[in-house]
Nanobody, 126 residues
Framework: QVQLAESGGDSVQAGTSLTLSCEAS????????MGWFRQAPGKDREGIAS???????SYADSVKGRFSISKDNAKNILYLQMNSLKPEDTGVYYC????????????????????WGQGNQVTVSK
């Protein structure tokens, strides 16, 4: 079965950087729409970035210019590079995979994704 294993979560100070990884098994990251979501305490899960088969990326306004999603096709890993972290970036981060090639305008809709990782805690302190 498809498995998405996230890693890289940590407790860091504001202004620093962190990279999350999502290693996929039985699923080819390169070929499909992949997304990163996060869930802050007491809030709904929100889409923050996506990348599709053509390499097109989308970002939530809250992270645009600070976060970067990428794929290592050789290793079959999805990354999320997070720079200039803020306390409001705190939450559980999930990677997600959708069995369609293109993310399109609905890239941030959690319901479209077929597979999810277990989540990774990121805590940003002032």
């Amino acid at each position: 079965q498809v498995q998405l294993a996230e890693s890289g979560g940590d407790s860091v100070q504001a202004g620093t950087s962190l990279t999350l990884s999502c290693e996929a098994s039985r699923f080819t990251v390169r070929d499909y729409c992949m997304g990163w979501f996060r869930q802050a305490p007491g809030k709904d899960r929100e889409g923050i970035a996506s990348s599709d088969r053509a390499g097109r990326t989308s970002y939530a306004d809250s992270v645009k210019g600070r976060f970067s999603i990428s794929k290592d096709n050789a290793k079959n890993i999805l990354y999320l590079q997070m720079n200039s972290l803020k306390p409001e970036d705190t939450g559980v981060y999930y990677c997600a995979a959708d069995e369609t090639y293109w993310c399109g305008g609905r890239w941030s809709a959690a319901g479209r994704y077929d597979y999810w990782g277990q989540g990774n805690q990121v805590t940003v302190s002032k």
